[in-house]
């Protein structure tokens, strides 16, 4: 999966909002994303990627997953009422910053054996 937008749309509920593996630059944006049995969105293996403007709320686990990821983006989005916020494992070279991640039952963010990134203006 290469060069792919996500773009402008609703997405309610499902068992993930967006899915995806073994993703190049996707764009994610301006997504309203809700009561996701699972997660709002999951990205396995994306590599220079961007995750922006979107509202994700109600997600039974997690509003969005990274997993082995590098290169991602992840600005300007409203996570709320989720069990987690963002949970990140072994991703690389994350931008995280002016996200609003409120009102979830466990962990606003988990970021497990990230390297290099920047997390910056979120309100928490």
Known sequence: LTDV???????MDSIWG???NNATSLVVSNNIISNASITGIFLKDAASSSISGNQIQDCVR???VLFHSSNVTFTAN???DNKWGIYSKNS???VVEKNTISCNSHIGMQLWNMFSGDI???IV
């Open 18 to 20: 967006v899915w995806s």
């Open 92 to 94: 690389t070279f994350l």
């Open 120 to 122: 910056r203006g979120n």
């Open 62 to 64: 997690s509003a969005v």
């Open 78 to 80: 409203t996570l709320v």
């Open 5 to 11: 937008t996500v773009e402008n749309n609703t997405l």
